[in-house]
């Protein structure tokens, strides 16, 4: 089992910036490709950004490309999101997910957090 608890979401105002991260404990972190997804209300979950498990290859959706970016710290067993340049369309909860292998750019993941909200607004 891996424990997935993400942090750092809040309101923020368009433009601003936000660093989400996604804490794991359990199992050897380095093991599991990372993913961040989020869903909006009314809307179906998508893909954001995902990130080997050594950190070297990540994947962008073509909506954050440029704005977000996907790190992770295996010595400190978490993952991030730094979010820049932030838009309205960005409002949703955010959820970590892990997948036991070394790369992963699909949505069919093996372990969730809770998620956490970010909100912009204009």
């Known amino acids: 089992q891996v424990q997935l608890v993400e942090s750092g979401g809040g309101l923020v105002q368009a433009g601003a910036s936000l660093r989400l991260s996604c804490a794991a404990s359990?199992?050897?972190?380095?093991?599991?490709?990372m993913a961040w997804l989020r869903q909006a209300p009314g809307k179906e979950r998508e893909f954001v950004a995902a990130?080997?498990?050594?950190?070297?290859?990540?994947r962008y959706a073509d909506s954050v490309k440029g704005r977000l970016t996907i790190s992770r710290d295996n010595a400190k067993n978490t993952v991030y999101l730094q979010m820049n340049s932030l838009k309205p369309e960005d409002t949703a909860v955010y959820y970590c997910?892990?997948?036991?292998?070394?790369?992963?750019?699909?949505?069919?993941?093996?372990?969730w957090g809770q998620g956490t909200q970010v909100t912009v607004s204009s």
């Open positions: 359990g199992r050897t972190f380095s093991n599991y490709a």
């Open positions: 997910a892990a997948f036991p292998g070394p790369i992963y750019y699909g949505e069919s993941y093996d372990y």
């Open positions: 990130i080997s498990a050594s950190g070297a290859m990540t």
